[in-house]
């Protein structure tokens, strides 16, 4: 079994995933990409190499179950052993409830929930196998704590992850694994761009106005970058946090109390 720090992060071809896989990075992690977007993946990768980076990748669909186990075997193949498991890929959907549509609600809660739930029992069976115990990181928002209007179904799967997060902590702390959550705000990556376009067809509103609507109501006075998240994933991955399990909290620069 390898002696080097492993993180492996789901949906890290960009945005919030790529930025936590360059914070741990920087902490001393070898760090698994995976993402469905090969083309992305490959940039990032050569990114990353280019910054002596010590990293592997997988093309994989999380809400595969065979491709989340998959994605752990390549990963204790490549380095030995894994260390923090980052359930990150997620897809958004824009819609009043009357429009939501049975395709469109099945594809959320399989990536969004199945997708966390075959990660949590693909990391836990192999940190379970190694003996050493490990860390279970899934991403919730701050829709998993209070519901957004036009976001309902988004919502419901947050919420779903608080659930299995609380839960996967109570049945994997014998193993010393901790499972956290963490819930970010509004970032400027391209999953809120898509929204603030749906926002645009539901609403009436220009493009702009629904990101800027949602931003001016944060106490911080700015929408949060994908550094923000990843510094406090940082925490979540390292020995500080080791006995912190089952929360899922919120880095939103202030919007959600709770």
């Given at each position: 079994?390898?002696?080097?720090r492993v993180a492996v992060i789901t949906g890290s071809g960009q945005g919030i995933g790529?930025?936590i896989a360059q914070r741990l990075a920087k902490d001393g992690f070898a760090v698994v990409?995976?993402?469905?977007?090969?083309?992305?993946?490959?940039?990032?990768?050569?990114?990353?190499?280019?910054?002596?980076?010590?990293?592997?990748?997988?093309?994989?669909?999380?809400?595969?179950?065979?491709?989340?186990?998959?994605?752990?075997?390549?990963?204790?193949?490549?380095?030995?052993?894994?260390?923090?498991?980052?359930?990150?890929?997620?897809?958004?959907?824009?819609?009043?409830?009357?429009?939501?549509?049975?395709?469109?609600?099945?594809?959320?809660?399989?990536?969004?929930?199945?997708?966390?739930?075959?990660?949590?029992?693909?990391?836990?069976?192999?940190?379970?196998?190694?003996?050493?115990?490990?860390?279970?990181?899934?991403?919730?928002?701050?829709?998993?704590?209070?519901?957004?209007?036009?976001?309902?179904?988004?919502?419901?799967?947050?919420?779903?992850?608080?659930?299995?997060?609380?839960?996967?902590?109570?049945?994997?702390?014998?193993?010393?694994?901790?499972?956290?959550?963490?819930?970010?705000?509004?970032?400027?990556?391209?999953?809120?761009?898509?929204?603030?376009?749906?926002?645009?067809?539901?609403?009436?509103?220009?493009?702009?106005?629904?990101?800027?609507?949602?931003?001016?109501?944060?106490?911080?006075?700015?929408?949060?970058?994908?550094?923000?998240?990843?510094?406090?994933?940082?925490?979540?991955?390292?020995?500080?946090?080791?006995?912190?399990?089952?929360?899922?909290?919120?880095?939103?620069?202030?919007?959600?109390?709770?």
């Open positions: 079994m390898g002696t080097k790529k930025g990409l995976s993402d469905r977007d090969e083309k992305v993946l490959q940039a990032t990768v050569q990114e990353f190499k280019s910054q002596n980076i010590e990293v592997a990748s997988f093309i994989g669909d999380v809400s595969r179950q065979e491709d989340q186990t998959a994605l752990v075997q390549a990963a204790v193949d490549h380095f030995g052993s894994i260390n923090v498991f980052i359930n990150n890929a997620g897809i958004e959907q824009v819609a009043p409830i009357a429009n939501i549509k049975p395709a469109e609600l099945e594809k959320l809660f399989q990536v969004n929930v199945f997708g966390v739930v075959y990660g949590i029992q693909a990391a836990a069976a192999q940190m379970q196998k190694q003996g050493t115990g490990g860390k279970i990181i899934n991403a919730c928002s701050i829709a998993g704590h209070q519901a957004f209007t036009m976001l309902a179904a988004y919502s419901a799967t947050k919420f779903a992850v608080r659930a299995f997060t609380q839960a996967a902590a109570q049945e994997y702390a014998k193993d010393k694994i901790t499972c956290n959550a963490y819930c970010p705000g509004i970032v400027g990556t391209g999953m809120w761009e898509r929204i603030d376009a749906g926002m645009v067809e539901y609403m009436g509103l220009k493009k702009g106005e629904a990101f800027e609507k949602f931003a001016e109501g944060i106490a911080l006075g700015r929408t949060q970058e994908p550094a923000d998240v990843a510094n406090f994933v940082s925490y979540l991955a390292s020995p500080d946090s080791d006995y912190m399990t089952g929360q899922s909290v919120m880095i939103d620069g202030g919007i959600v109390y709770n």
